[in-house]
């Protein structure tokens, strides 16, 4: 059976093919700029390597992305089979729904209930719905499968997901910390155990969103997010851990509930502080030419990395592994460095040349480390199709057991 797995942007989509259930990578896609009239587009044959790259083309919507990618993927000569009704399933990597933990067909009472939170997750619900209808339109007999992002963190105990608040506040709106990237740690903890059964890992998912993950024998313990996206580690552009009452206050100042919004969400972050970019790697370059605030950015950035990492490891009782992925936690040694080597109280320690030379996945730590260091690239698709091919096998939806 091929599984589509379809990665949702506000202004981007991503296409990966899997031939399931041998996990086989049959082709994958990317429109960048979609909205635009110089959009990006690339599309590779993974069978052999034949590659399409357009630029400076008209992407008007996500349906004209979308015919793109299948107009590439259906083509007798250079796509996949010619044949759309290979295609099983699509899977989405959603991200938030009332009462939506879980793996679910993507009906029309699911999709409501993505629309009720859609405020808490706006640039990650309002894009998938969207996506989401004009799959519906072009593809209506294939079946379209949530994998919430939520799901993998429903182990979470209660004890680490409760706000001090009113206990009816939780009863009436269901506010408890939610834990996200779930499709990412999900792939990560069953990688981290290949080899070996490995009790205690914290992974470390920094890139353009960024979140800390304790791990208990496979399942997520606790998680840096909260209740919603704008929670946690400082951000690209979101603020993370800030404290209530900055809203009101901030409204006595004079400011709109619009213009706060948009502070935390848009304006802070990684930009916020730096006021250089909301790229790691133009805050380093210009914190190599001596801007101090680009400097300040990357401390801060590395404090809240370092600060859950201790509090996860005293929840945990200790630490095997410590795991990092993502664009930064993939690519920055520069990064790893300065948490770990803010880190030797807890047992981590690295191999600065293996840290500094490695490409793709491996281990990192000293040889002496009690706690091994790793990377594992993300591979958050592949995780999303193991999930929709479930689903779509057993014909109903999974609840959270079911998913891990």
């Not at 370059?285 to 859950?308: C, E, P």
Request: with cysteine; glycine share 12%; proline share 3%.
């Amino acid at each position: 059976m091929q599984i589509l797995v379809s990665n949702v942007g506000s202004t981007s989509l991503k296409f990966k093919l899997f031939a399931m259930p041998q996990e086989e990578v049959l082709c994958t896609a990317k429109v960048e700029r979609v909205g635009s009239e110089t959009a990006i587009y690339q599309y590779t044959n993974e069978k052999t390597g034949w590659t399409r790259k357009e630029t400076a083309i008209p992407v008007r919507s996500y349906a004209e992305g979308i015919e793109l990618f299948l107009r590439d993927m259906t083509d007798a000569e250079h796509g996949t089979g010619g044949d759309i009704r290979e295609v099983g399933g699509v899977g989405f990597k959603t991200v938030l729904g009332k009462n939506c933990d879980g793996v679910f067909e993507l009906t029309d009472q699911v999709l409501s209930a993505m629309r009720e939170y859609l405020f808490i997750a706006p640039a990650h619900n309002g894009p998938y719905l969207t996506a989401i209808g004009e799959f519906n339109r072009v593809l209506p007999d294939v079946p379209k499968i949530g994998v919430f992002e939520t799901a993998y963190h429903a182990t979470i105990p209660m004890k680490n997901r409760m706000y001090g608040i009113p206990y009816e506040w939780v009863e009436r709106y269901g506010i408890t910390r939610k834990g996200y990237h779930g499709a990412s740690f999900t792939y990560l903890a069953e990688q981290a155990r290949t080899d070996g059964d490995w009790r205690n890992i914290i992974g470390c998912h920094l890139g353009g969103s960024c979140s800390v993950c304790a791990i208990q024998d496979g399942k997520s313990f606790d998680d840096s997010f909260g209740f919603s996206l704008q929670t946690g580690l400082l951000h690209a552009n979101r603020c993370g851990d800030t404290d209530a009452y900055l809203f009101p206050f901030l409204q006595d100042a004079g400011l709109s509930r619009d213009e706060i919004i948009e502070g935390l969400s848009k304006r802070g972050g990684l930009l916020g502080i730096s006021g250089v970019s909301n790229d790691l790697r133009e805050i380093e370059a210009a914190a190599d030419a001596g801007n101090a605030r680009a400097k300040l950015a990357i401390d801060v950035f590395v404090t809240s990395v370092v600060r859950y990492i201790g509090a996860f490891y005293a929840e945990l009782g200790g630490l095997d592994k410590l795991v990092f992925t993502g664009g930064i936690g993939e690519n920055s040694a520069h990064i790893r460095e300065m948490i770990c080597g803010a880190l030797p109280h807890l047992g981590i320690r690295l191999d600065p040349e293996k840290n500094r030379t490695l490409r793709g996945e491996g281990y990192i730590s000293a040889a002496y480390s009690p706690v091994r260091v790793q990377v594992i690239p993300a591979n958050e698709e592949l995780g999303v199709a193991r999930q929709t091919y479930r689903r779509i096998l057993s014909g109903t939806d999974m609840t959270v057991e079911q998913t891990l």
